[in-house]
């Protein structure tokens, strides 16, 4: 069984620019989760999809961040412009159905973001 | 709020000697707890879960988990550990006052020795 995909895996940009990350989860998989990772800190979630309907974006900085899934798939994280506390590991994960965390999610491999 | 501390930033042990990573929470209602494992420059991978009965859960690699309801824990154990069980361990709790997600601790960095 394939794994979660995400691309790319390293990105450096300046401050103000703007970058997007893309997560392919896994076959089947009706959740989709982006968690942000800072260093030294454990993942924190920053938008739960549900096929194609947002369950949760809370914890998303919505001036600057953005997130879609088309067709109940695939899915891009977007942010614009960055700021440099954007610095982060940015994981995608995925789970079999709505009520997704009473099962475990599978993890992407993360794309590790730098600002400077 | 639900959440869960990992008190240990680090743990040290020997090849060979039994490991514990501590975990405690704070939920309201059943909590529903999991352990994950994260190598360097790769996702988390799911290592076990506690839903509800038995309180000593098996995961994967040989680990396990004791879920203790009156001391509020949920430690991982493994019996004999291994310098490939280096890495970043973090314990989590689903979120049911929200919509269902995952809350981690900040995670206890694994050092085994040979």
């Known amino acids: 069984e394939a794994g979660v995909a995400q691309s790319p895996r390293y990105k450096i940009i300046e401050k103000r620019q703007s970058v997007a990350f893309w997560c392919n989860p896994i076959?089947?998989?009706?959740?989709l989760y982006w968690y942000q990772q800072i260093l030294g800190q454990g993942p924190k979630l920053l938008i739960q999809?549900?096929?194609?309907?947002?369950?949760?974006d809370s914890q998303l900085p919505k001036d600057r961040f953005s997130a879609e899934r088309l067709k109940g798939v695939d899915s891009t994280l977007k942010i614009q412009p960055a700021k440099l506390e954007d610095s982060a590991v940015y994981l995608c994960?995925?789970?079999?159905?709505?009520?997704?965390?009473?099962?475990?999610?599978?993890f992407g491999p993360g794309t590790r973001l730098t600002v400077t | 709020a639900q959440s869960v501390a990992q008190p240990e930033d680090q743990v040290n042990v020997a090849e060979g000697n039994p490991l514990t990573v501590k975990c405690t929470y704070s939920?309201?209602?059943?909590?529903?707890l999991f352990w994950y494992v994260q190598y360097p420059n790769r996702g988390l991978q799911f290592l076990l879960k506690?839903?509800?009965?038995?309180?000593l859960v098996k995961g994967s690699y040989g680990f396990e988990a004791e879920f203790n309801k009156s001391q509020t824990s949920f430690h991982l154990k493994k019996p004999s550990a291994l310098v490939s069980d280096s890495a970043l361990y973090f314990c989590?709790?689903?979120?049911?006052?929200?919509?269902?997600?995952?809350?981690f601790g900040t995670g206890t960095r694994l050092q085994v020795f040979p």
């Open positions: 989590a709790v689903r979120d049911i006052s929200n919509t269902d997600k995952l809350i």
């Open positions: 076959s089947g998989h009706a959740t």
């Open positions: 939920v309201s209602g059943n909590p529903y």
């Open positions: 994960a995925s789970s079999w159905d709505g009520l997704a965390t009473i099962y475990e999610q599978y």
């Open positions: 506690y839903i509800t009965g038995d309180n």
């Open positions: 999809f549900q096929n194609n309907g947002v369950v949760d």
